[in-house]
């Protein structure tokens, strides 16, 4: 199978985010990104069918800071092919970026096409899912399990409470996936800069794009917080009396 | 007036509760409420819709959730009905609606959403650590995060329900098999009193050692956020959350858990929830009784010697 596997960066939620004087937006110029989480799931859920059933892995990300680096960690990972969308940079909608993917994909023979399930930008939807109808093929989202079973696939999607369901899936497809078997392999930084010298980066360009999310940010602002939580003071002693207090209490 | 798609969901025989919480949702606005369920010998389902009229497609396709047959119905009906908003759920299911159903029937989608009006809907977005409100002109597609309305305004006598022929539903290129219930584990998180759960927060497997001794000190079960599955430190049957459980035991105590939408879905109905988080801004502070910013490292050790 020919797995095609889209990467985007997102905001890392691990440091503070600030609204920008617009605000209506991030304040993007501190901010640190890495690759959507669930990306990763993708490409090493893709990893791992190529190990089991063979085939070839691409990965592919549109242009931007530090995707360079994004895309030769795919490719010390495993991936065979890595390739930059250009024409195409900066903070775009979720459809704008989906017809740019699927632009780029076209040509490229795709059997299946892994994207992360979600990312935390989804404003304007699930990127996978917007890639398939304009690449005009069927999606499942929500993947916990791929096997390849012929010409087709054996794919499982999940619910909540626990609850999968079982599809069979002719190629091609786009998968949102949500988890792979595996955690995501780690990959040390020699071997990306080992990747960054032997891989040649392709580019191909995000051609038309002109579509749009039919909506625009009137407005970002933070939830209000604590709103609901009383804030226990003190050192991590008093907090944890209190706390022992509060929950004899309550059994 | 305007006409507003509900988009019913259904899972093993049961309406979802997204179903009812977005018809209470339309019916606030103030449109035409129009309940959209596809089925197969499902009819009876719409029973207790507070909507304004119920349009059922019956086929054998229908039977059970199959992205691409649904995608291809619901994009047909609204196609032949045009509805100025509509709702669906930003659930496994919907999200296999929502964003195809922009793209073919050309209208605008904004996701995550936690609240509706006329021209305008918010989002929580960015593991619910920012809102974000969008404006939009004219009709357009909202999908609707769980949790976000009251179940029961959205419950009612029924409707007059319509039927509608199924569009061609030869040839789909996605079959479905079978529906696979979740094996039971060895303990059951929904039937504990107090949950010890566990996040991100816990930074390694050889830490979690530190919550187990205080489950074990209160009897507690230990339960988990989704990245503690996808690591597979505790198995998926602890899992809170959206793709995990719901629960609503006595006491909830979340260590290391931020408090994303898709976890808050799964317990914000516990009596009393404390959340132990060093970031204060934190999401989870919002719906949690108490809470404090103290390292879990040192305020659970401490904690557990105290009980």
Same mark, same amino acid.
């Given at each position: 199978m020919n797995i095609i596997v889209p990467i985007k960066q997102v905001p890392d939620l691990v440091e503070e985010l600030e609204i920008d004087s617009? =605000?209506?937006?991030?304040?993007?110029?501190?901010l640190k990104f890495k690759v959507n989480e669930f990306d990763d799931h993708a490409l090493e859920e893709a990893l791992l069918l190529k190990e089991d059933s063979g085939g070839t892995v691409t990965a592919i990300a549109l242009d931007g800071d530090d995707i360079d680096k994004a895309l030769y960690a795919a490719a010390a990972k495993g991936a065979d092919k890595v390739v930059k969308v250009t024409g195409i940079e900066g903070n775009v909608s979720n459809h704008e970026a989906a017809k740019a993917f699927a632009n780029a994909i076209? =040509?490229?023979?795709?059997d299946l096409v892994f994207t992360g399930v979600q990312s935390v930008e989804d404003r304007d939807g699930q990127l996978g899912v917007l890639l398939a109808h304009y690449m005009n093929v069927p999606h499942i989202s929500v993947v916990t399990g791929v096997a390849v079973n012929g010409d087709s696939v054996n794919v499982t999607k999940e619910y909540g409470g626990g609850m999968v369901a079982e599809f069979e899936a002719a190629t091609p497809i786009v998968l949102g996936i949500q988890a792979a078997r595996e955690t995501p392999r780690y990959v040390p930084v020699a071997k990306v800069r080992r990747a960054m010298r032997s891989t040649d980066l392709e580019e191909v360009s995000a051609g038309d #794009?002109? #579509?749009?999310?039919?909506s625009s940010v009137s407005r970002m602002f933070k939830p209000e917080s604590g709103g609901g939580a009383e804030m226990l003071s003190g050192s991590a002693e008093d907090v944890a009396g209190k706390l022992a207090d509060i929950i004899k209490g309550k059994i | 007036m305007s006409k507003i798609f509900v988009i019913a969901e259904h899972l093993n025989g049961e309406v979802e509760d997204i179903t009812y919480e977005m018809l209470g949702k339309a019916k606030s606005l103030g449109g035409d409420v129009i309940a959209v369920l596809l089925g197969s010998g499902a009819k009876d389902m719409a029973s207790d819709f507070a909507a304004d009229k119920v349009l059922y497609v019956d086929s054998p396709e229908l039977a059970n959730f199959n992205p691409e047959a649904y995608c291809k119905t619901i994009v047909s009906l609204v196609g032949s009905h045009t509805p100025n908003i509509v709702l669906v759920g930003n659930t496994s299911q919907g999200m296999d609606i929502a964003a195809g159903l922009s793209i073919d029937c050309n209208m605008p989608l904004i996701a995550y959403a936690s609240d509706v009006s006329e021209g305008s809907v918010t989002s929580q977005l960015y593991g619910g650590k920012m809102s974000v409100e969008s404006a939009v002109e004219g009709d357009f597609i909202a999908s609707v995060l769980a949790g976000s309305f009251p179940v029961d305004a959205g419950k009612g006598s029924g409707a007059a329900v319509e039927e509608v022929a199924a569009p061609d539903l030869s040839g789909l290129k996605i079959k479905f098999k079978q529906l696979i219930e979740p094996e039971g584990g060895d303990?059951?998180?929904?039937?504990?009193?107090v949950l010890v759960s566990v996040g991100r927060g816990i930074q390694n497997e050889d830490n979690m050692e530190v919550v187990q001794v205080l489950a074990d000190k209160l009897g507690a079960a230990l339960s988990c956020s989704r990245p503690i599955v996808d690591s597979k430190w505790?198995?998926?049957?602890r899992q809170v959350g959206k793709s995990g459980l719901k629960v609503k035991p006595k006491v909830y105590i979340a260590v290391g858990i931020s408090g994303a939408p898709e976890h808050i879905e799964g317990m914000k109905d516990a009596d009393c929830i404390i959340a132990i988080n060093t970031d204060a801004n934190a999401p989870i502070f919002d719906y949690a009784d108490y809470g404090t910013t103290e390292d879990l490292f040192d305020v659970v050790p401490a904690l557990t010697e105290k009980l």
């Open positions: 617009s =605000g209506k937006d991030l304040d993007r110029e501190w076209q =040509g490229m023979g795709a #794009v002109s #579509v749009s999310a039919g | 303990v059951d998180i929904t039937a504990t009193d505790l198995p998926k049957t």
